[in-house]
């Protein structure tokens, strides 16, 4: 299920100069965001853009914690353990909002296979 966009701020993303990737024009997986949990807060902007579903954010799982640097484990246990995760990466568009909107510059999107 699509959740509803949030439709000011996905305006802004698509305004910005930096907007990267491909105009919403690349086929299904084509690219796919990957996210750097070391920079995450979880803040949601990506889900709250992303006109494919593309993200979930929730608790970290421990494999990805404990693969985190010291400073990325300080501050995802501020945060509350939340991350960006793409379970639906295969829907990414390469529209690019995402990379934009995240305030944390946590976003890269890159060749799928
Ligand atoms: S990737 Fe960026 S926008 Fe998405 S939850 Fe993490 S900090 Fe927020
Ligand atoms: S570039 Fe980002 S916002 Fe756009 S479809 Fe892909 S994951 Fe979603």
Same mark, same amino acid.
């Given at each position: ?8 701020? #996905?305006?802004? #993303? ?11 024009? /690349?086929?299904?997986? !084509? ?9 995450? !807060? ?18 970290? *799982? *421990? /494999?990805?914690?404990?693969?985190? +640097? ?5 501050? +995802? ?6 991350? /960006?995760?793409?379970?639906? /990466?295969?829907?990414?568009? #390469? ?5 934009? #909107? ?12």
């Amino acid at each position: 299920m699509k959740l509803p966009l949030n439709t000011e701020k #996905a305006r802004r #993303a698509a305004a910005h100069p930096k907007r990267p990737g491909m105009n919403c024009r /690349a086929a299904p997986g !084509e690219w796919v965001p990957v996210v750097d949990r070391n920079r995450c !807060e979880g803040k949601r902007d990506c889900v709250e853009v992303c006109p494919e579903n593309v993200f979930e954010v929730r608790r970290i *799982d *421990d /494999a990805d914690f404990d693969a985190l +640097s010291l400073l990325g484990k300080v501050k +995802s246990v501020v945060h509350g353990r939340l991350t /960006a995760y793409t379970p639906h /990466a295969d829907g990414c568009r #390469a529209c690019g909002l995402c990379v934009v #909107a995240c305030p944390e510059d946590a976003i890269t999107l890159v060749r799928g296979a």
